[in-house]
């Protein structure tokens, strides 16, 4: 069984910056994808960011493209999401997701197996 565990949410103000956090535990896997999700009331859960854990490739939504950036630390089993410039519309609950096979598209929350509880970001204008 593998958990994931996100941490860093809180409340900024627009134009500010957070910095959150996913670790997975449990048994040993090797993901081939880890990944960023958020939803907010009454609204699909839709993709964010993802990186591949062997080459690093990273992909984003247009909608963070050049104010996200995905990362990851292989030795911690860790990824990260550093926000800047945060708009009120940022505002979600940002999930952590896994997956350990290589097929399928990254944009899609049923290519995950492994998701988190969530962390709640909000932005106040």
């Known amino acids: 069984q593998v958990q994931l565990v996100e941490s860093g949410g809180g409340l900024v103000q627009a134009g500010g910056s957070l910095r959150l956090s996913c670790v997975a535990s449990?048994?040993?896997?090797?993901?081939?994808?880890m990944g960023w999700f958020r939803q907010a009331p009454g609204k699909e859960r839709e993709f964010v960011a993802a990186i591949t854990w062997g080459g690093g490739s990273t992909d984003y939504a247009d909608s963070v493209k050049g104010r996200f950036t995905i990362s990851r630390d292989n030795a911690k089993n860790m990824v990260y999401l550093q926000m800047n410039s945060l708009k009120p519309e940022d505002t979600a609950g940002y999930f952590c997701a896994a997956d350990e096979r290589y097929s399928g598209s990254v944009y899609y929350t049923g290519r995950y197996f492994y998701w988190g509880q969530g962390t709640q970001v909000t932005v106040s204008s």
């Open positions: 449990g048994r040993a896997f090797s993901p081939y994808v």
